[in-house]
């Protein structure tokens, strides 16, 4: 199987009806462009589309397909790479564009973001326990900031 578009997971609308004399309403295609990073969590697969500056979370068990709700006003994604999740279902995403991790809760709601002031080039985050490992390709290193403040360790 591969996954190219939104039609892939949730399938067309059957065209055949027996009471309907319209036409069928055909789903429009949400495609991917410019996927990176996943992780796929709790039976879901969430990916990274820097090419359309989005989150998509995949549900293929349920046949969903879906957008990050929190990716609006200061949520707003520019060029996500990479993702993880964290054991209470928090999404930890690095933007190279943004030059930060953002955090959004386990609805998709934006919690806050952090790493700025480090001047990074975000690549890729792990999370574990207490601790966010963020590998920054700008310096060539891995920074470790404190996951449930955003504070920059070391």
Request: hydrophobic share 35%.
């Amino acid at each position: 199987m591969s996954i190219n578009h939104n039609v892939d997971v949730e399938g067309q609308q059957d065209s055949f009806s027996l009471f309907s004399f319209s036409e069928p309403q055909k789903k429009r295609l949400d495609p991917l462009i410019k996927p990176h990073g996943l992780k796929v969590h709790d039976g879901k697969i969430f990916l990274c589309d820097s090419g359309r500056k989005e989150i998509f979370i995949i549900d293929l068990p349920n046949r969903k397909w879906e957008h990050l709700k929190g990716n609006n006003n200061l949520g707003t994604l520019k060029q996500p790479m990479n993702l993880t999740l964290d054991a209470d279902g928090n999404l930890y995403v690095a933007d190279v564009g943004r030059t930060e991790i953002l955090v959004y809760d386990p609805e998709g709601n934006f919690l806050r973001a952090f790493g700025k002031a480090q001047e990074m080039k975000p690549t890729d985050v792990g999370v574990d326990g207490d601790l966010v490992f963020v590998t920054d390709l700008k310096t060539s290193d891995v920074k470790i900031f404190d996951r449930r403040t955003g504070r920059y360790i070391e």
